[in-house]
């Protein structure tokens, strides 16, 4: 990847990197900068907290065909630019917010996944659908008709349309090259490549021209004054262009809940009606380990008792003879009492929570609780299936049965979803039970339904299985864990 590399409107000039002075302006670069210029001032003008999202960004002129961001830099051609703006005078600020999209939902910085090719499709799908459900007229686009239409069908099967929820669905759903590819185009507006690169110098090399030697040049004779080798120069060169990509997400997790606050007051004015900012929303829920989750909250108070069993007469009876009243005793010894350990695992098995991740997350569930020393004799497992009512409760004791159960497992309800039988179910055990018995309740499930109005008396947690589920709709007493859910979609 090579790159004729100019910055825009940088502080030590128009057209300099670190000080380094590469070429006046190009006719062709004036034309580029001002449409640039437009493209942001008509975004704004409809949002205005995009300024901020905008000014994150420095324009860097390239001489690569397509368009790009890795986060801290939008990089264009500019006669790429021309060329999409006599094409249609809207393009060019479609694409802007398409890539400004990409990093208010940490797109770049999301990419432990397998399959990169799907991630791009994934990502590009979920920015087109913000884009064309924001129905801003400056960023109308001729596709939006066969993007709207592919979006109608991939929401049959994905209720929010993010990212990651878009990229687990065509990752496990039967759908051929052909059309992969076909979603690839209608839905491409940039490229991904630079996300993926080494974070190690290696974004940019310079072409080796006239003016670009002697920019090299001028960086080796600086070096050499410093007593920089190449590598701490392609450091330097690296921190310049690339910065660090913590910092940059953490910048963009907190610009993202500023435009689509800034989009939820404009929805109340009716100016942007229709409008879901759930998925931008979803941009903060920090993702859990569902393993050191689950080992932490099955751990209960050990109650300890004296064991007479051990205790020793010999030396008791002996200090009572040759001492008098001072009988000797050993330190005593203890001993667990165990305690009956109830544990309440409800499924939300609504339309809208797909049967094979519900099968997997109790699979999951029971390895975990098989690598513990949870089972005893006295274990209870209820295992609750509900949608808008209580479809099946099985009491199973031990791990035998809750394998058996694995296996056999068959999902009852498809319904809405009602969270409050469930809890009604676990208070009424609550009252049947002693102190100290129940573990608590772990309800895996989308976060959408209608909870109950007051805090329980057990502890409970909501595991979401929706990355993008917006936790501002859950009353203040719940608890969500947003679980990295990569292996409930094998």
């Not at 039970?433 to 502890?459: A, C, H, V, W």
Request: charged fraction near 30%; include cysteine; aromatic fraction near 12%.
């Amino acid at each position: 990847m090579c790159y004729s590399k100019r910055v825009v409107g940088s502080k030590t000039g128009l057209f300099s990197f670190k000080g380094v002075s590469i070429t006046e302006k190009s006719k062709t670069e004036i034309l580029a900068e001002e449409i640039l210029l437009k493209a942001k001032v008509e975004l704004t003008a409809n949002i205005h907290s995009l300024v901020r999202a905008i000014s994150a960004l420095s324009f860097v002129a390239t001489n690569e065909e397509d368009i790009f961001t890795d986060a801290k830099s939008f990089y264009y051609n500019p006669n790429y630019i021309l060329m999409r703006f006599k094409g249609n005078t809207t393009a060019v600020n479609r694409a802007l917010l398409h890539s400004i999209l990409h990093c208010m939902l940490l797109h770049p910085f999301n990419i432990d996944f397998k399959d990169t090719s799907l991630w791009n499709i994934a990502a590009d799908i979920s920015v087109e659908a913000t884009i064309n459900s924001w129905g801003l007229p400056c960023t109308k686009n001729e596709k939006e008709i066969m993007q709207n239409a592919i979006i109608a069908e991939i929401k049959k099967q994905v209720k929010n349309p993010s990212a990651e929820n878009i990229y687990y669905y065509l990752k496990g759903a039967d759908i051929s090259k052909e059309t992969l590819d076909m979603y690839a185009s209608t839905f491409k507006d940039d490229v991904h490549k630079i996300w993926y690169k080494n974070k190690n110098f290696a974004f940019f090399e310079f072409d080796d021209d006239e003016e670009t030697v002697e920019a090299r040049s001028i960086y080796k004779k600086a070096d050499s004054r410093q007593g920089l080798s190449n590598e701490s120069n392609d450091k330097i060169m690296y921190d310049a262009v690339s910065g660090s990509a913590k910092e940059e997400k953490e910048e963009w997790r907190k610009i993202t809940p500023t435009v689509a606050n800034d989009i939820e007051a404009l929805k109340k004015q009716g100016l942007m009606s229709g409008v879901d900012t759930q998925i931008l929303k979803g941009v903060n829920n920090d993702k859990y380990d569902y393993a050191k989750f689950l080992k932490k909250f099955i751990a209960f108070n050990e109650t300890m008792e004296i064991n007479d069993d051990e205790f020793d007469y010999i030396f008791y009876t002996y200090g009572l003879k040759t001492y008098g009243n001072m009988p000797i005793i050993e330190p005593l010894e203890y001993v667990e009492s165990l305690k009956v350990k109830k544990l309440f695992i409800a499924i939300d098995t609504s339309g809208s929570v797909k049967g094979k991740v519900v099968e997997n997350f109790i699979e999951k569930t029971y390895n975990i609780l098989r690598s513990t020393d949870f089972f005893t004799s006295k274990t209870e497992i209820h295992l609750i299936q509900c949608d808008s009512e209580i479809k099946e409760i099985k009491i199973l004791h031990g791990e035998r049965e809750l394998e058996e159960y694995v296996k056999t497992l068959t999902l009852k309800g498809f319904g809405g979803t009602d969270f409050r039988p469930v809890f009604e179910y676990v208070e009424k055990v609550l009252d049947e039970s002693l102190p100290n018995e129940i573990n608590g309740l772990i309800y895996f499930t989308d976060g959408e339904g209608i909870y109950p109005k007051q805090m329980p008396r057990f502890k409970s947690v909501f595991v979401i299985n929706d990355s993008s589920f917006n936790k501002a709709e859950m009353p203040v007493w719940a608890i969500p864990l947003f679980i990295d859910n990569s292996d409930l979609y094998r």
